[in-house]
């Protein structure tokens, strides 16, 4: 005669008997077991972001969802020629970043040299004017030209 063992079934909160195995007890009996759930099959309709936008369908697969359909995916890369788009922000010119360097609060005690026709090349390889730690005004201006 097989052995069997007595089990506690959780969701139906009574004991129940299964035949001895080897490996993980389950929680639940049989008939209280959970049902795992398929994802429905087939394709799945997305909604595409650019212009107006508009329905389309493809396979479903495991990861992020895109934003737009594979045409106005293609589409958008041509206009940035394969670049990523520019959020909304414009590119600071050389003028207003010195502006705002200049604006700085400690930019009065600052002895670091700084000019606004300083290349980036200079700008990097400028040396602090504090011995021990970054100037902040090196550091602000290092920081809005991009380095």
């Not at 993980?24 to 795992?36: D, F, L």
């Not at 389309?56 to 020629?81: A, D, Y």
Request: net charge positive; with cysteine; hydrophobic share 20%.
């Amino acid at each position: 005669m097989a052995k069997t063992v007595l089990l506690h079934c959780e969701i139906g909160n009574h004991n129940w008997r299964r035949k001895a195995q080897r490996g993980k007890r389950p929680k639940n009996c049989p008939k209280h077991a959970p049902v795992k759930v398929k994802p429905p099959e087939g394709p799945e309709t997305l909604r595409c972001e650019y212009g107006d936008g508009h329905d389309w369908e493809r396979p479903r697969t495991k990861g992020k969802r895109p934003k737009m359909c594979p045409e106005h995916r293609e589409l958008v890369k041509q206009q940035t020629n394969g670049k990523p788009r520019n959020s909304g922000r414009r590119e600071s010119t050389a003028a207003e970043v010195w502006a705002k360097v200049t604006a700085g609060a400690g930019f009065n005690q600052c002895h670091c040299g700084l000019t606004e026709d300083m290349s980036r090349d200079e700008l990097r390889h400028t040396e602090s004017c504090k011995k021990n730690y970054i100037c902040s005004t090196l550091d602000h201006y290092r920081r809005l030209v991009g380095i």
